[in-house]
């Protein structure tokens, strides 16, 4: 019987079997930030370990620094603390730290793919959920806790526990204006948010196939919000010229004698996934979240849900404590909603594509009266290949900030938030309760709909724009 590509990354990263479904695996790239990374650091120090492979870790600042323009670190007084940390603690064992204003410097999971530090076939961790964005290169990666990253800093191996394995095949053409952000919202919706647990998804399908690869890593981004541990994308050739002349990925005759064997990396056509489920995506429009978990979401041309013709009793008071936080009424048009706030960015859609779509709505438009709309690259890199397109001259043009690279109001973990009782429409990947602030309701939508709404001031079918 043949093998999933889940299972032939996880087979040759076995240093040894511990029994009952547990291994202990060999971890290739840790990736480092300033939220987590100094309080793994506070415990190497306090246990007296050490890091023996510092050559595999890599570092940067993104929650807790500012996005004000000309920031520094300073600019945001209590994440300067960790700041500091981090530069203390990867300069005193040897670990790359990408800096502010440095290329390699932005979000963690945005910089990561696009230096190359991501390869197909690797293991990947980060004490971050998202971490399963790196999938999307075909890269087993997962979001650990403090103490496995401590783990993992001190013997470079994870102890983790086999997931059982899921394959979502997404089949079709996406309709215009459907994005991969609305695509995963419709998959989450369908599935639910435990719809993943104890899983490893592999996504396949002629949409995957012909998605770009920042596409695939939006996909996989929001893996987490299904309850899974990982998603994954096998590798094809828009994943090999995504990473051909990367800085740090193998250059010249090794790059392609590395591609070769990146282009082995798929399931067998025989492999067994223990759950596998087919999704048409030309079924799926232009999709915005009304409630508190990214599963409560319905198409932008779709009605709020009404708790009182839901049967179920559970869900039906959780229909209603949904609707209570955020402020709006079931049974009627989620379009048409004001909006206060939109914010553009987070590890879901702050890459140059994502900027384009939403540089193509706001061309030749401008911000609606009374509407706070924000631009956050996600990386250094993307800033600068953006504003080398002029893209940062459309949305100052049509009243946006534009900011600097970092997570901002996605977590609101800097002092960036939306205020209380106020509305946002957030290109992010979670709407928890106070997630981008105490008492701040969250829409999640693609970055196309995020500006259409900051031109229009309301939630707005972009297909209308």
């Known amino acids: 019987m043949g093998r999933t590509l889940f299972e032939k990354i996880w087979d040759q990263h076995i240093v040894q079997d511990l029994g009952d479904g547990w291994a202990l695996l060999h971890v290739d790239r840790h990736l480092l930030h300033d939220l987590s990374g100094p309080m793994a650091f506070k415990a190497i120090v306090e246990r007296g370990l050490d890091v023996p492979n510092p050559e595999l870790a890599f570092a940067t600042p993104d929650h807790a620094v500012s996005s004000a323009p000309g920031r520094t670190a300073a600019t945001f007084p209590t994440g300067q603390r960790f700041y500091d940390a981090m530069v203390e603690q990867t300069r005193?064992?040897?670990?790359?730290?990408?800096?502010?204003?440095?290329?390699?410097?932005?979000?963690?999971?945005?910089?990561?793919?696009?230096?190359?530090?991501?390869?197909?076939?690797?293991?990947?961790?980060?004490?971050?959920?998202?971490?399963?964005?790196?999938?999307?290169?075909?890269?087993?990666?997962?979001?650990?806790?403090?103490?496995?990253?401590?783990?993992?800093?001190?013997?470079?191996?994870?102890?983790?526990?086999?997931?059982?394995?899921?394959?979502?095949?997404?089949?079709?053409?996406?309709?215009?204006?459907?994005?991969?952000?609305?695509?995963?919202?419709?998959?989450?919706?369908?599935?639910?948010?435990?719809?993943?647990?104890?899983?490893?998804?592999?996504f396949a399908g002629g949409a995957i196939e012909a998605m770009t690869i920042e596409g695939r890593l939006t996909i996989c981004n929001l893996t987490v919000e299904m309850g899974a541990r990982s998603g994954l994308v096998a590798p094809d050739e828009k994943t090999i010229d995504f990473l051909r002349d990367k800085p740090f990925a193998p250059q010249g005759e090794g790059f392609e004698l590395a591609a070769s064997a990146w282009r082995l990396l798929a399931s067998d056509h025989d492999a067994v996934f223990d759950r596998d489920v087919a999704i048409d995506v030309s079924q799926v429009a232009p999709t915005v979240t009304w409630g508190t978990s990214p599963g409560q979401s319905i198409d932008v041309d779709g009605i709020v849900p009404d708790p009182a013709f839901e049967p179920d009793p559970i869900r039906r008071e959780q229909i209603v404590e949904a609707l209570g936080y955020m402020g709006i009424e079931g049974g009627r048009p989620i379009a048409g909603t004001q909006v206060d706030y939109v914010f553009i960015g987070s590890c879901a859609n702050s890459r140059l594509p994502d900027l384009r779509a939403a540089a193509e709505i706001a061309r030749g438009r401008h911000v609606a009266t009374g509407v706070t709309a924000w631009v956050v690259p996600g990386s250094v890199a993307v800033k600068r290949a953006a504003e080398a397109e002029g893209l940062d001259r459309i949305f100052r043009d049509a009243g946006f900030a534009w900011r600097e690279p970092g997570c901002s109001m996605c977590v609101a973990a800097n002092g960036e938030i939306i205020p209380p009782g106020k509305r946002a429409v957030s290109t992010s990947n979670r709407n928890f309760v106070g997630r981008q602030g105490p008492r701040a309701r969250t829409h999640l939508a693609s970055p196309a709909m995020a500006a259409a709404a900051a031109i229009t001031g309301i939630i707005t079918d972009v297909r209308k724009i």
Do not use: W, Y
């Open 92 to 202: 005193a064992r040897g670990i790359r730290l990408f800096d502010l204003g440095e290329r390699g410097q932005g979000i963690v999971h945005v910089t990561g793919p696009e230096l190359g530090l991501v390869l197909p076939g690797a293991t990947v961790v980060c004490a971050d959920s998202h971490t399963c964005t790196n999938g999307g290169l075909g890269a087993l990666a997962f979001g650990v806790g403090t103490s496995e990253c401590i783990h993992a800093l001190a013997t470079q191996t994870l102890r983790l526990r086999r997931p059982r394995t899921m394959r979502v095949r997404l089949d079709g053409e996406s309709g215009k204006g459907v994005s991969p952000k609305d695509i995963i919202l419709h998959v989450i919706r369908l599935l639910g948010t435990d719809g993943g647990v104890e899983h490893a998804i592999e």
